[in-house]
């Protein structure tokens, strides 16, 4: 008896084809992504850099000099495929995974190894988590426009939205939470103690007292004060809180003073921020001209009010969502700091939407917003913006899609819920724009992944491997492989349903002159 074995370059290796249903979604989308573009746009940011040499000492007639002397090295390990770093941003953010979480997955699942450009599977990570972080910070906020742009433009290479509907929008905001504790006077009094005491024993400084028992005392007194609803007591255990901060920051403050102006300068930082949390806890509200302090290690964090009775006030920063009247596709997303008015980030986020959708030689000139971005149309000549307080001014077909502009809350509970946007773990303030960017990008791409190509047009076809169920709702498919292990082909049979969940639904790039724009 003869048994047919597939055939392979490597004898001791298996091709993923071989062991994938190439109709898979995923498969089929990996076909379908403009990967040569991508990489060219995103390559300049990781083209190498000539080295400028070791300092070496050079002794002549007029004494020690020091020179440059140029070194070429080949040193250090291959540089992991600029493909594979992109689609585990994409995958990332798809399926709602932490940076360790989605390269120990990529390591067991083929399909993300054929998504990622890999002929054969690998039983390894592709590389470390850090890696990942880095390569995420050389992107930074222009590199991740760009791939929200390629998955836009996938979007309507295959027809999934016609070009003339990316000119009518809807724009919102929202809240992206930063991953920080509940801040409350007293703890954000203890955590300056304790950075106090830490930055002045790496300088040297040796302080009188730490106040380390008491410090935590205190805390606990703080807490266990306010659930019992003693508030006199909490605030008197907090104020003892401040009057030992405020000591220890002048003390460290005339120490590093007397030791020199690089020690003072070092300090700053800490001691500037121990200053600012002294005097919002005593005075309950923000001082010097400087917004409150929320997180020690998130300066950028604002408290938002968005007017919810489960949630009054959040912490985080507030984002605009841009999406397409028909067709739920977003179109944009933009972090805003400081609590801006809904209105005055307007501008700014049909910018972006414009720039990104530039490729598809489209702009928006119609935006569906709510009461929030009333007033601001002489800033925004060119784009007639509709809301609920133009109901006497406008037609009766822009009245009928006004009723559509509630559309784009489901959006905005799906990159909350299915999306990575709900709690940013990113750092500082490019983080949270790179997050925003990165899970409107992973958003698009997976309604893309379930359309036929050339859906809608006349006279197509699909091919038989590439066949996949039309898109219904924008049916999300990333969700199929979460929290799954990784399957044969056979496991699944052609004709069985994927059962699909139903979709409800910077600094800005100025013109084509950056360097990713190729």
Same mark, same amino acid.
């Given at each position: ?11 001791? =290796? ?68 600029? =493909? #594979? ?9 798809? #399926? ?27 039983? &390894? ?7 990942? +972080? /880095? ?42 939470? /930063? ?8 703890? %954000? ?11 002045? /024993? ?36 907090? /104020? ?38 002294? !005097? ?38 507030? #984002? ?29 986020? %049909?910018?972006?939407? !414009? ?5 598809? =030689?489209?702009?928006? !000139? ?19 913006? +509709? ?18 502009? $509630? ?12 999306? %990575? ?17 990165? #899970? ?9 992944? &379930? ?30 492989? $979460? ?5 044969? !082909? ?5 004709? $069985? ?16 002159? %950056?360097?990713?724009?190729?």
């Amino acid at each position: 008896m003869l048994f047919a074995c597939p055939v392979t370059d490597d004898f001791f =290796r298996s091709r993923i084809d071989h062991m994938i249903d190439l109709r898979h979604p995923l498969a089929v989308l990996a076909s379908r992504m403009p990967w040569q573009e991508i990489e060219a746009r995103v390559a300049q940011v990781f083209s190498r850099k000539g080295r400028a040499g070791v300092a070496m000492p050079d002794l002549d007639l007029f004494g020690e000099q020091v020179q440059r002397v140029a070194v070429a090295s080949n040193a250090g390990r291959p540089r992991v495929p600029l =493909r #594979v770093m992109i689609a585990l941003l994409y995958l990332k953010h798809a #399926v709602n995974e932490s940076d360790e979480g989605v390269v120990a997955r990529w390591a067991d699942t083929p399909r993300w190894q054929f998504f990622s450009g890999c002929a054969y599977y690998e039983d &390894r990570q592709p590389c470390d988590a850090t890696t990942l +972080v /880095k390569f995420r910070q050389l992107l930074g906020e222009e590199g991740v426009e760009e791939l929200l742009a390629q998955t836009i433009n996938v979007a309507v290479d295959l027809k999934l939205i016609k070009p003339q509907e990316l000119t009518r929008v809807i724009v919102d905001s929202t809240v992206q939470h /930063k991953a920080i504790a509940h801040p409350t006077d007293s703890r %954000l009094l203890e955590t300056a103690r304790t950075k106090l005491v830490e930055e002045a /024993k790496e300088v040297g400084i040796d302080l009188k007292q730490t106040f380390a028992k008491e410090g935590k005392d205190l805390t606990r007194k703080a807490g266990r004060y306010a659930h019992a609803r003693q508030f006199k007591r909490m605030r008197r255990a907090i /104020k003892r809180q401040s009057t030992i901060v405020g000591r220890l920051q002048r003390e460290v403050d005339r120490k590093a003073s007397a030791i020199g102006a690089a020690v003072r300068q070092a300090l700053g930082e800490t001691l500037n921020k121990a200053r600012r949390i002294v !005097a919002q806890s005593g005075q309950r509200k923000a001082t010097g001209g400087q917004p409150k302090l929320y997180a020690w290690h998130a300066s950028e964090v604002d408290c938002i009010s968005k007017g919810k009775a489960r949630q009054p006030y959040e912490f985080g920063v507030k #984002v605009g969502i841009a999406s397409t009247l028909s067709g739920n596709l977003i179109v944009g997303a933009r972090a805003f700091h400081g609590n801006p008015y809904d209105g005055h980030t307007l501008h700014e986020q %049909l910018e972006q939407a !414009a720039i990104l959708m530039q490729d598809s =030689r489209a702009k928006p !000139a119609t935006a569906f917003v709510d009461l929030g971005y009333r007033g601001v149309d002489a800033q925004n000549p060119d784009v007639h913006i +509709v809301h609920r307080g133009k109901s006497k001014r406008i037609s009766e077909q822009e009245r009928k899609q006004l009723r559509r502009r $509630q559309a784009i809350e489901p959006i905005i509970g799906h990159t909350k819920s299915d999306g %990575l946007l709900e709690r940013n773990h990113l750092a500082g303030a490019t983080g949270d724009a790179i997050n925003a960017i990165l #899970v409107a990008a992973g958003f698009v791409a997976t309604p893309s992944a &379930r359309a036929r190509p050339n859906h809608g047009g006349p006279g197509t076809q699909a091919s038989p491997d590439l066949q996949a169920p039309p898109i219904r709702g924008h049916q999300l498919i990333f969700h199929q492989q $979460q929290h799954t292990p990784a399957r044969a !082909a056979s496991a699944i049979a052609p004709g $069985q349903p994927q059962h699909p969940r139903e979709h409800h639904r910077s600094p800005i790039r100025h013109g084509r002159d %950056l360097p990713f724009s190729g």
